[in-house]
């Protein structure tokens, strides 16, 4: 953790100021032009024009009352610790180096902070997630389903809670686009959107970690054990295997999988082998055929129709459109 940076966040901003000299509640027209009865925090108030990610500290001294939002929020306790409360129902204590994620299907509210609970709030659009994804070389499918939870496309979990204190490369990620953005440093757009996909990245690889609502915490879950699984198991795993491991009938799995990321478990297997088959025709001189069979195929006139499928072209094709020899 760096000092200075702590003793910039910790400055009393002027919404605080004239919190601590007596109002009691937060002047929403700070956060919406909507003064109807529901509470939504709206992007284009707090961000700059033109700008796809924000940040601010997180208001203290008062009771931030229940939203929603029409962007991404990311929260980040970099010291200290606040408590919120997810969709009305679920409580979470945030401590030092947690991270919150919250899609635009979740409502929040945050009991009141003191002067050392400091908590970073990244203000998202879901299409600085697109942009800055596909500048990562290597595709996965659990790093995919992040984006699409947390861009609200397709998902059915609202919010996705790390325990990240032990993770060093996730601090430090962190720490850096803090830093970028809070210092208003110049073309650092791509900067922060690759930053932004390596955080993911790393998450994925601390699935593990993944604290979810209570109410569906059991499927989601299964959802992401499979997928590490998957990641980790892609040329030779098996839905019999799995289901082993996790103790589980196939066809529940299989249930879970489909409600969760609209596919079977053959389906995402599949997938994953084709990323990596991706992957390596344009990052590595191996043959087609020798990727074919890296990935756990050795029929090739199957490999080449699923490839064609998913990508549009052969494997030959894709490697020399793309201009790799």
């Not at 699984?229 to 491991?245: A, P």
């Amino acid at each position: 953790m760096d000092a200075d940076l702590l003793n910039i966040l910790k400055e009393i901003s002027p919404e605080e100021e004239i919190l601590l000299n007596g109002r009691k509640l937060i002047d929403q027209r700070i956060y919406s032009e909507n003064h109807s009865n529901s509470f939504v925090i709206e992007g284009e108030k707090l961000l700059e024009n033109g700008c796809t990610i924000q940040i601010r500290p997180h208001t203290r001294f008062v009771h931030f009352p229940k939203h929603s939002h029409n962007y991404v929020e990311l929260i980040y306790m970099y010291y200290g610790s606040t408590t919120h409360i997810i969709n009305d129902t679920q409580k979470i204590v945030l401590k030092q180096g947690d991270l919150l994620f919250l899609n635009q299907h979740a409502t929040h509210e945050i009991l009141p902070a003191s002067y050392d609970d400091i908590a970073v709030n990244f203000v998202i659009l879901p299409e600085f997630f697109k942009r800055g994804l596909v500048m990562i070389e290597q595709e996965n499918i659990l790093r995919d389903f992040l984006v699409r939870t947390l861009s609200g496309y397709d998902s059915n979990i609202s919010y996705l809670h790390f325990p990240a204190k032990d993770i060093l490369p996730v601090q430090n990620l962190l720490e850096n686009m803090i830093w970028t953005l809070f210092t208003h440093k110049s073309h650092t757009n791509i900067l922060n959107q690759t930053t932004m996909g390596l955080l993911l990245m790393n998450l994925s690889m601390f699935s593990d970690n993944i604290s979810k609502n209570i109410y569906q915490s059991e499927d989601e879950n299964i959802v992401f054990q499979v997928l590490s699984y998957i990641e980790s198991n892609y040329k030779s795993g098996t839905l019999s295997d799995i289901s082993k491991k996790l103790q589980l009938k196939d066809y529940f799995i299989s249930r879970i999988l489909k409600k969760y990321t609209n596919c079977n478990f053959k389906e995402l297997l599949q997938d994953r082998k084709l990323q990596q088959a991706s992957y390596l025709l344009l990052n590595t001189p191996q043959s087609i055929e020798s990727i074919m069979r890296q990935i756990g195929y050795d029929n090739s006139s199957y490999f080449y129709r699923i490839f064609k499928q998913k990508y549009g072209c052969s494997p030959r094709d894709y490697r020399n459109l793309n201009n790799i020899s």
